[in-house]
């Protein structure tokens, strides 16, 4: 029997040809054909569709308060599809009251129910698309079916689970993700399941800690972020056990975490962390100290703004700039460091916080500072780079492409 | 004399028939991924990616030449993106118009020390200059470094967030552009380096303040068959080859990157004649060299709109650039091709864009003057080359309605019935003159390569302002 490529060659190119055009023409026809009959469908459904809105919206409020029967329209699958976009949008911008308003018309209505239902009943994209409106009603009720669904085997719908379980933004839903992932393992980009975990674990973060412990790899990794983000003062104490930990990530989260805490403890654990040989854990203990606002930080943040990081530079600037200590005085110590580099990230944030002239003119009414010492810091500032006192240097810094006002 | 011809019509033949069979392919993955695309939309609401506290800060780089006709328009469309962690530094390129006292007046500019760290090459930077009507917006003036690459460059040293999203100074992004190509980041923020969004044709569609108020098709001929190139070139192509991680262009009009690997490659190539190619390509070099597991993807729906060229002059010089480009790029890189480290890129995206790309205009014209030839000679029949003719139009108005169909099916931006019966009617209108013209144009773009000439002419454009008042 002779093989697919030799009927082929045997067609010969004009045979093929023949038979190419007439299928491209064909193909063109039905190509045609659909736009067009797609359009018209169309236009008379969103003609309907948009005169149903209508109506209903007219009757909003005695939709939403059940004194329209619901069998009057949830057995209209065109009716109900309507109702429910509708309130599922609604939800988005409601009040509290609005929401839990809301909420009692989809329970009374069994909207839910039908929901949690096809949630776990039906496969593919429509089970996605019933774990989508479960997660956007935010319905403790709907928990247990979003988490049955993050063992799903497609991976599209354990994802539209996992953001159905961070909207309900509840410690339960915390729970099931958290047993889920420790169960199976990180089986999803690391992201979203982070996302989740952070809207679920802001009101009790403490149910993070034995899952931190027990993760390991890039799960600990994940949560460990997470942690940095939910942190709160309460969990100071429980975060120390991260600070000399192996996982870069864990050692930036507990360092994001204590910035939230005023213990002294916190500090020095802070300014040991701001000398950590990975620049984000660095990073990240720069930004803490700044937020403690406690004047013993200004050496570590002179330190960082002398960083290699430009981003700890910057970030040390700015916490520099926020404190209430002495500017002038934090000003002459930037200056003494001799450092071209953290010069420069302090200037772009005191420009960025529009504070240069404020600066200039404190120097000049300030009569306890040297008239020597008022011209060197004011030429530094007018000129944007250190005094020459280093010739070779000076010249290098104006030969670079950067700005000299 | 008879035997070579036959041989060199087969040659183009089969040439003909595997570019319309790969087109094809590509037309069937792009259907596909555009459904499964939308598909997945159902599942991310835009609200709750801006409300989730992940989501990267971005820097937008538009880098502006010579364009105070539209530099207000413009700036203002990027400040009012709807993205939680935005800083958007213009880069003014030594504009010999007004275009740096526009943006003072409209924006309040006062002379700062950002930082600035030359870690790309560009040239001498003037000033830095930050808004006090809006902080987020940094200006930075530059003296004219010849070459879009250059200010690109220049807003890269002054970038402080993790990804770069580079931008064309005369283009409007849509409102949720910016959530939208930031969508796959989020998925995977390990793998995903860069990704691509889609431009689209802004003449003659209608702006105020700085939005897109109306989407209708141009009048103009010339932009109508633009509209259906942007189509097949980014619902098609585009979209079919990210399906494999071997996308090999991101618009320079809109595209996403991570900001420490456009660094580590040493920022745009200035001399570069296609810096967005010439990025993507030296991307794809790097991170196959580390063995690194990353991809590029391309996102069709956050839309850019840009003005395209609307006389014959301006889209012969276009185009014969982006030839330029194309070659400029393909040369240094030849040493990728067939390179088992370089995997899929070496052995199919780069001799793709070699054999179907650079040397088409070549190989036209080739076929062009033996299939005259042989006709002068005899040695052609008639009736076969009549078929494949027929044929040929046929299968390019096939894949041209194709995109049009992908565009109906998914984004559906031409609502009015008329724009879609003339986009339709044009994809029949599209192959005679105009393809011929591109291929003079493509070649003309090859010769000047070859003979050294590396210039950047500018191009006509009326200008975002002018466009909103139409």
Not at chain 1, 389 to 396: D, L, N, R, V
Not at chain 2, 73 to 82: G, I, K, M, T, Y
Not at chain 2, 273 to 280: A, N, Q
Request: with cysteine.
């Amino acid at each position: 029997m002779e093989s697919i490529f030799e009927k082929f060659w045997r067609l010969g190119p004009a045979a093929f040809v023949v038979k190419a055009v007439f299928a491209a023409i064909i193909g063109n026809a039905l190509l045609l054909a659909f736009i067009l009959l797609r359009r018209a469908y169309r236009r008379r459904y969103f003609a309907r569709r948009d005169a149903r809105v209508f109506e209903w919206r007219q009757k909003w409020d005695s939709l939403i308060s059940g004194k329209i029967p619901y069998e009057k329209w949830r057995k209209k699958p065109f009716d109900r599809r309507i109702i429910e976009a509708m309130v599922l949008d609604a939800f988005e911008a409601a009040t509290p009251a609005e929401s839990a308003r809301l909420l009692n018309f989809l329970r009374a209505s069994g909207l839910i129910e039908k929901r949690v239902f096809e949630a776990r009943r039906l496969v593919g994209w429509r089970r996605m698309r019933a774990l989508v409106a479960l997660g956007r009603t935010r319905a403790p009720e709907g928990i247990p079916a979003l988490a049955e669904a993050l063992r799903d085997r497609n991976l599209e719908v354990r994802l539209a689970a996992l953001r159905g379980l961070g909207r309900t933004a509840s410690p339960q839903a915390a729970e099931e993700i958290l047993s889920w992932v420790s169960e199976t393992g990180l089986s999803v980009p690391a992201l979203p399941l982070q996302s989740a975990l952070i809207q679920c674990c802001a009101e009790r973060p403490q149910i993070l800690l034995p899952y931190v412990q027990q993760a390991k790899g890039p799960l600990r990794e994940a949560l460990g972020r997470v942690l940095g983000e939910v942190a709160t003062p309460s969990l100071a104490l429980d975060l120390l056990q991260f600070v000399g930990d192996d996982l870069d990530e864990l050692r930036a989260a507990a360092a994001r975490a204590m910035s939230h805490t005023r213990s002294g403890l916190a500090f020095d654990l802070l300014n040991e962390l701001a000398r950590d040989k990975v620049w984000f854990v660095r990073l990240r203990a720069i930004v803490s100290l700044g937020k403690l606002s406690d004047p013993r930080a200004v050496s570590a943040l002179l330190r960082g703004l002398r960083d290699s990081n430009r981003l700890v530079r910057l970030r040390a600037a700015e916490a520099l700039i926020e404190l209430k200590t002495d500017r002038l005085w934090i000003l002459q110590q930037v200056v003494e460091t001799q450092d071209r580099y953290a010069f420069h990230a302090y200037l772009t944030a005191l420009e960025n916080a529009n504070l240069r002239e404020e600066l200039e003119s404190g120097i000049r009414a300030n009569a306890a500072v040297l008239p020597d010492e008022k011209r060197r810091l004011l030429n530094v500032l007018h000129k944007g780079s250190l005094t020459p006192e280093k010739p070779a240097e000076a010249e290098a810094i104006s030969r670079e492409p950067v700005l000299q006002p | 004399m008879i035997r070579f011809l036959d041989i060199s019509n087969h040659t183009l033949f089969w040439y003909y028939v595997a570019s319309n069979i790969a087109y094809l392919i590509m037309l069937l993955v792009a259907l596909k991924t555009s459904a499964l695309h939308q598909r997945r939309l159902e599942s991310h609401c835009l609200g709750w990616v801006k409300q989730n506290r992940m989501v990267p800060p971005i820097t937008i780089i538009a880098p502006a030449h010579n364009e105070e006709a539209s530099i207000r328009v413009a700036v203002r469309n990027l400040l009012e993106l709807d993205y939680p962690e935005l800083e958007v530094i213009v880069v003014n390129d030594g504009s010999e118009d007004r275009t740096l006292d526009e943006l003072r007046e409209a924006f309040q500019l006062r002379l700062v020390r950002a930082v600035y760290v030359p870690q790309a090459k560009c040239a001498l930077v003037r000033g830095l200059y930050r808004s006090d009507v809006d902080g987020r917006l940094l200006v930075v003036d530059k003296e004219a470094g010849g070459s879009k690459a250059d200010a690109v460059n220049a807003g890269l040293n002054a970038a402080t967030s993790p990804y770069v999203c580079v931008v064309d100074s005369d283009s409007l992004l849509e409102r949720d552009a910016l959530l939208r190509i930031t969508l796959p980041i989020l998925e995977d923020p390990k793998r995903v380096v860069a990704v691509g969004g889609i431009i689209r044709v802004l003449n003659g569609s209608e702006i105020a303040g700085g939005q897109l108020r109306r989407i209708r098709l141009p009048r103009k001929s010339i932009e109508v068959i633009q509209v259906i190139e942007y189509l097949r070139a980014f619902l098609i192509g585009r979209e079919a080859w990210a399906q494999g991680n071997m996308l090999m262009i991101i618009s320079g009009a809109f595209g996403l990157f991570r900001t420490d690997l456009v660094r580590a490659v040493g920022g745009y190539r200035s001399s570069s004649m296609g810096e967005d190619i010439d990025l993507v390509a030296r991307l794809h070099r790097h991170l196959r060299e580390k063995g690194s597991d990353y991809e590029i993807r391309f996102v069709p729906d956050p839309m850019c709109w840009t003005e395209v060229p609307s006389d014959l002059k301006s889209l012969g010089r276009q185009r014969a650039r982006w030839q330029k480009g194309l070659l400029d790029v393909l040369w240094p890189n030849r040493d990728m091709l067939f390179r088992p480290r370089y995997g899929r890129i070496g052995w199919i995206a780069l001799p793709y864009l070699w054999l179907f790309e650079l040397l088409a205009p070549v190989l036209e014209t080739v076929g062009i003057a033996t299939i005259i030839l042989a006709s002068c000679l005899g040695a052609l029949n008639r009736q076969f080359f009549l078929e494949f003719l027929i044929f040929g139009y046929a299968f390019a108005t096939l894949i041209s309605i194709g995109s049009v169909l992908q565009e109906e099916v998914t984004y559906k931006r031409y609502n009015d019935w008329k724009d879609v019966v003339r986009l339709v009617s044009y994809c029949f209108l599209e192959h005679f003159p105009y393809r011929q013209l591109h291929m003079i144009w493509r070649l003309q773009g090859m010769w000047q390569y070859l003979r050294g000439d590396r210039t950047w002419k500018p191009l006509k454009r009326t200008g975002l302002a002018s466009i909103g008042a139409r």
